[in-house]
């Protein structure tokens, strides 16, 4: 055997061997392409797209605890300490269409005070094209932005409460951009629910002023117009309490002069010798007379004024004072410290007093509260 014949051999050999590895070698798949979440910034911050569609989603929610002292609603409600803790969920949801963004807002609350522990859907709407239904505060009240940067800022009421103040609704806003607006909505008027309307309105000896509301079976109506132009703003709005048969008008300025804002808001009352929904107070012991339920809302009139003054980036005070025809005066003060984004402490003092019943209460209130 020459060298030739050797290495021809030992060549074709090795070619052998190398096939059979490569006959045996597992090939990898191609990897799944990796699907990332996407930013959906058309909506605002903090919404994203739902992989697989075209559906933007945004969570969020607060957690908040706090302590009061006394009470600002109830000069009657001697009470030392209370303790207060509230979650809430929110989860929104937005998706393009040809009649402009679908809509939807959920959320949830979870509350416990001194032992009591509560949860409700809070809001659950949809909206479209302008149109609003599902529940959500109600439009007498969201409309004209409530009123101050106050915690208790209703212990003189401005819309429907004190409690069961988020209702189902059908709701339509006109707004082509140019500072005007116009809304109209219908509201359930809640006449099922003996329980609720009682307790929100009437004292358990009072009632003369309420109407029957067996044969109630139209909704409540709220109608508002708005404006806004540069540092300038008025809105007006008007509710119609289809059980009581009465209703309620109020009016808005608010000004931004930069280094401080304010606002000044009035109410009619239709009927002032009547409770409404509109027109409402919180109707408790000691803050009218007995069988004089009228004396614990507006009377015929009712009036807020407030100011914001931003100390610095992380710090804001803010006041507010209430009052009405019959006699109740409402004032608070607080002040808004953010040490850093998304966290607040607020503390609050508030005084109300009651002529009708000659009484009066000074509270407080110490809140901590986490936004995301």
Not at 38 to 67: H, N, Q, S, W
Not at 141 to 150: K, R
Not at 240 to 249: P, T
């Amino acid at each position: 055997m020459n060298i030739r014949t050797l290495l021809l051999g030992s060549a074709a050999a090795l070619s052998i061997v190398s096939g059979a590895k490569a006959a045996d070698a597992i090939v990898a798949a191609e990897p799944e392409p990796l699907e990332y979440v996407r930013i959906c910034d058309a909506y605002g911050a903090g919404y994203f797209y739902i992989p697989g569609t075209e559906t933007c989603l945004k969570i969020g929610g607060m957690v908040r605890t706090e302590g009061e002292w006394h009470d600002a609603y109830q000069p009657d409600h001697k009470i030392g300490t209370f303790w207060h803790t509230r979650v809430e969920l929110n989860v929104d949801t937005a998706t393009d269409t040809e009649y402009g963004a679908l809509k939807t807002e959920m959320v949830y609350r979870f509350e416990s005070s001194e032992g009591i522990n509560t949860n409700k859907v809070l809001f659950a709407n949809i909206s479209l094209g302008g149109f609003l239904v599902g529940k959500a505060d109600s439009q007498f009240s969201s409309y004209t932005g409530y009123a101050g940067d106050i915690i208790q800022d209703d212990v003189v009421s401005y819309g429907p409460g004190p409690i069961n103040t988020e209702l189902n609704q059908l709701t339509y806003t006109y707004d082509p951009g140019n500072g005007f607006t116009a809304m109209v909505s219908v509201e359930d008027s809640q006449s099922a629910s003996d329980a609720n309307y009682d307790s929100s309105f009437v004292q358990s000896n009072g009632r003369s002023w309420q109407v029957s509301k067996a044969d109630t079976y139209t909704p409540d109506v709220v109608a508002g117009l708005g404006y806004k132009s540069g540092m300038w703003s008025l809105k007006v709005v008007g509710g119609y309490d289809s059980i009581v048969e009465e209703g309620a008008i109020k009016a808005r300025v608010d000004a931004d002069f930069g280094v401080f804002s304010a606002f000044l808001m009035g109410g009619w009352n239709t009927d002032g010798d009547k409770l409404n929904k509109y027109a409402s107070g919180y109707v408790t012991d000691g803050a009218c007379p007995v069988n004089k339920e009228e004396l614990c809302g507006w009377g015929d009139w009712a009036v807020w004024g407030g100011v914001n003054v931003p100390i610095n980036d992380k710090l804001k005070g803010n006041v507010q004072v209430a009052y009405t025809d019959s006699n109740i005066l409402a004032a608070a003060a607080n002040l808004q410290f953010k040490p850093v984004g998304g966290f607040t402490i607020e503390p609050e003092v508030e005084y109300t007093k009651w002529d009708s019943t000659n009484n009066d209460a000074w509270a407080g209130i110490l809140r901590f509260q986490r936004s995301f």
